[in-house]
């Protein structure tokens, strides 16, 4: 069955980085969109981040929040079925839990990784 793992979370300081990844399973990754999203305490999910399937591959592909434009970059490695969303330059309201998410007649999600930004 589809699974999604992420991994990579945790505190890091206001200016600092993080790489998230997400190792998929269960389906043909290449062949998919996938996505990350975040959830802030007391708010609702949101889309952050995503990148077209092989089909679709390139920067053209690739599309983010207005919050996280420029610091985000979403990427992906076919080879290893992985998904990556390195963080830049994060900002305290950038914490949440984050979410890898794919849509195959329905949505997966991952049970998420927690991002802390802190000082």
């Known amino acids: 069955q589809v699974q999604l793992v992420e991994s990579g979370g945790g505190l890091v300081h206001p200016g600092g980085s993080l790489r998230l990844s997400c190792a998929a399973s269960?389906?043909?990754?290449?062949?998919?969109?996938m996505k990350w999203y975040r959830q802030a305490p007391g708010k609702e999910r949101e889309w952050v981040a995503g990148i077209g399937d092989v089909a679709r591959a390139g920067d053209r592909a690739r599309t983010y929040a207005d919050s996280v434009k420029g610091r985000f970059t979403i990427s992906r490695d076919n080879a290893k079925n992985t998904l990556y969303l390195q963080m830049n330059s994060l900002k305290p309201e950038d914490t949440a839990v984050y979410y890898c998410?794919?849509?195959?007649?329905?949505?997966?999600w991952g049970q998420g990784i927690q991002v802390t930004v802190s000082s």
């Open positions: 998410n794919t849509c195959i007649y329905q949505n997966y």
């Open positions: 269960g389906f043909s990754f290449s062949n998919y969109a």
